[in-house]
């Protein structure tokens, strides 16, 4: 069981049409069916959400196997406590391929003595948390807990790039790539450990000239990284 996720993730803006969105995110979820309950936290590109075609900071959330689902403080799920960093941030500071690398720092953990599920921005800037009464599955522990990216678009319609737009073309693409690093997971004690290697699973779509991951595993002055991402296109929706 796990109760928490920390890492950084490198901030792009990937070109998405109006009812596309393309989001990079890390989620804790627990149980099963109608029943699991999910918390995600990442950014997002999405015109029809924002309004805009910028790079925001975002939270989802799920009690019924998203069946129904809630972004950002659209609901109750989610309330904000930070006066000075709103869940729906823009982000400006966008990584340049082949140059500048920007990262956004978040974790989610679950309060040992609360059991509410908080999120934080650079370690220790808490932006909100999840009540404990709205996700119950979740008040032991998760038992699943995930990095990568997400892209939605309509039916018949190019699916959104990912990432940056390119899929990873090795291990050590970094500045070519989508990734996150310095990844995370938090024990029974609040304390942040690396990630058990025998644990990981990748899922990617099964056209790989669509989407991509590398599990680039432990790197030095990294910690333990993933890179992913892809162009989208005409053949990659559903």
């Given at each position: 069981?796990?109760?928490?996720?920390?890492?950084?993730?490198?901030?792009?803006?990937?070109?998405?049409?109006?009812?596309?969105?393309?989001?990079?995110?890390?989620?804790?979820?627990?149980?099963?069916?109608?029943?699991?309950?999910?918390?995600?936290?990442?950014?997002?590109?999405?015109?029809?959400?924002?309004?805009?075609?910028?790079?925001?900071?975002?939270?989802?959330?799920?009690?019924?196997?998203?069946?129904?689902?809630?972004?950002?403080?659209?609901?109750?799920?989610?309330?904000?406590?930070?006066?000075?960093?709103?869940?729906?941030?823009?982000?400006?500071?966008?990584?340049?391929?082949?140059?500048?690398?920007?990262?956004?720092?978040?974790?989610?953990?679950?309060?040992n003595v609360?059991?509410?599920?908080?999120?934080?921005?650079?370690?220790?800037?808490?932006?909100?948390?999840?009540?404990?009464?709205?996700?119950?599955?979740?008040?032991?522990?998760?038992?699943?807990?995930?990095?990568?990216?997400?892209?939605?678009s309509p039916?018949?319609?190019?699916?959104?790039?990912?990432?940056?737009?390119?899929?990873?073309?090795?291990?050590?693409?970094?500045?070519?790539?989508?990734?996150?690093?310095?990844?995370?997971?938090?024990?029974?004690?609040?304390?942040?450990?690396?990630?058990?290697?025998?644990?990981?699973?990748?899922?990617?779509?099964?056209?790989?000239?669509?989407?991509?991951?590398?599990?680039?595993?432990?790197?030095?002055?990294?910690?333990?990284?993933?890179?992913?991402?892809?162009?989208?296109?005409?053949?990659?929706?559903?």
């Amino acid at each position: 069981m796990h109760y928490g996720v920390k890492s950084l993730i490198s901030v792009h803006n990937p070109s998405v049409e109006l009812y596309q969105a393309s989001m990079s995110e890390m989620w804790v979820q627990n149980g099963w069916g109608d029943q699991l309950n999910g918390l995600q936290a990442g950014w997002i590109v999405s015109p029809e959400l924002n309004e805009d075609n910028h790079t925001r900071l975002f939270v989802l959330s799920t009690r019924d196997g998203y069946n129904t689902s809630c972004f950002t403080t659209l609901c109750n799920h989610f309330v904000q406590t930070s006066g000075t960093y709103p869940v729906d941030s823009e982000l400006t500071q966008i990584s340049i391929y082949e140059g500048d690398e920007y990262t956004l720092e978040l974790s989610i953990y679950r309060d040992n003595v609360t059991s509410n599920w908080w999120l934080l921005a650079k370690g220790t800037e808490k932006i909100g948390y999840w009540p404990k009464e709205l996700f119950p599955q979740l008040n032991d522990g998760a038992l699943y807990v995930a990095w990568g990216g997400l892209v939605t678009s309509p039916p018949n319609h190019p699916s959104a790039p990912m990432g940056n737009g390119r899929r990873p073309v090795d291990p050590l693409s970094f500045k070519r790539a989508a990734y996150f690093r310095d990844l995370h997971v938090v024990d029974a004690s609040s304390a942040y450990k690396d990630p058990d290697e025998k644990e990981f699973q990748v899922y990617t779509d099964d056209r790989s000239y669509c989407y991509g991951m590398v599990n680039a595993g432990y790197v030095q002055t990294m910690g333990h990284t993933i890179l992913y991402g892809g162009p989208g296109g005409n053949d990659c929706g559903p």
